[in-house]
């Protein structure tokens, strides 16, 4: 299994990582993220999900399978007795505007149209929306943006994400929600 990013601030991370590591081997999946946070309604646990090494963000991610991983996490964390008081758990595939945590990411995702933010401006721009083609064999991602050919080291950015092209995809001819931005699947396990 392969996280993408965890942020379990006030939890025992290797343990929680430990309980969950099982569970999503089982159904076959990996974390994008997993992250432990209040919102109004208390605490929550949010764990996004996506199969090993697709090209297609939120493929094979079906809100069955969500409710599976949620009551098979729900049920683990419940028995180890790992969480403090009560919580909600929020199960959820990553979705089509991906955040790329990794440099791999960037490779895996190569074809896709990705929104990246660097640390520091390189022409006078920090944000850059464009093509991504992969890594040069020095590890480093390239970027086509604004007829652009970019090489940018993964170290120089501040953040990525996959960006969807709604325009695109309405021109051909994909069905419109009345959203300007898709939520991702998502299934929830009752308090706890």
């Known amino acids: ?37 209040s919102d109004a309604s208390g605490w929550v646990l949010y764990l996004t999900v996506e199969r090993p090494g697709t090209t297609d963000p939120g493929a094979g991610i079906t809100l069955d399978l969500c409710a599976d991983i949620s009551r098979d996490v ?23 505007e991906r955040t790329l945590y990794s440099a791999p990411d960037y490779g895996r995702f190569a074809g896709r149209i990705a929104k990246i933010k660097l640390k520091e401006a390189r022409d006078g721009q920090r944000v850059f929306r464009g093509k991504l083609e992969g890594l040069d064999a ?16 993964f170290e120089a950015i501040e953040s990525g994400r996959l960006s969807f092209d709604w325009q695109t995809a309405r021109a051909k001819g994909a ?18």
């Open 74 to 96: 729900s049920a683990t964390l419940d028995v180890a007795d790992v969480m403090p008081g009560r919580y909600h758990l929020e199960v959820g595939s990553a979705g089509i």
């Open 1 to 37: 299994m392969q996280l993408g990013y965890a942020s379990l601030k006030g939890l025992d991370r290797s343990r929680v990582i430990s309980l969950v590591e099982p569970v999503l081997q089982a159904h076959s999946v990996d974390v994008v993220e997993l992250i432990w946070r």
């Open 138 to 153: 020095e590890g480093r991602i390239l970027l086509e943006a604004d007829g652009r050919k970019l090489e940018l080291s």
């Open 175 to 192: 069905p419109s929600s009345g959203r300007e931005r898709p939520h991702p699947r998502r299934a929830a396990a009752r308090d706890r």
